[in-house]
């Protein structure tokens, strides 16, 4: 499975982005599909994960603002965030992983930026 991630861009503190995802092939049944994100000099991080269920969870900086969303039908993810943060600034990369209790590292496609102005 290809992963394309679109929706980045500039945006004002306390503003909104809607991130996208669009899978090369079924994704139904894929055990999750989720976001990182990596700022310079630092790890890419877990933002988000969605099951194949439909089960969400979320880091604690990203409960509240951001909300992640999974088409099964349409071969997608999404990840609404709202309220962001200068901190937020990150490359944002779709992410997915076969394993059901999440062993290994699992796959990542090509990220898009999101930029956060104070």
């Known amino acids: 499975v290809q992963l394309q991630a679109s929706g980045g861009g500039m945006v004002q503190a306390g503003g909104s982005l809607r991130l996208s995802c669009a899978a090369s092939?079924?994704?139904?049944?894929?055990?999750?599909m989720g976001w990182y994100r990596q700022t310079p000099g630092k790890q890419r991080e877990l933002v988000a994960l969605?099951?194949?269920?439909?089960?969400?969870s979320y880091r604690d900086f990203a409960k509240g603002r951001f909300t992640i969303s999974r088409d099964n039908a349409l071969n997608t993810v999404d990840l609404q965030m709202t309220s962001l943060k200068p901190e937020d600034t990150a490359v944002y990369y779709c992410y997915y992983n076969l394993d059901s209790n999440l062993r290994g590292p699992g796959s990542w496609g090509q990220g898009t930026l999101v930029t956060v102005s104070s």
């Open positions: 969605v099951s194949r269920l439909g089960n969400r």
């Open positions: 092939s079924s994704i139904s049944s894929i055990a999750f």
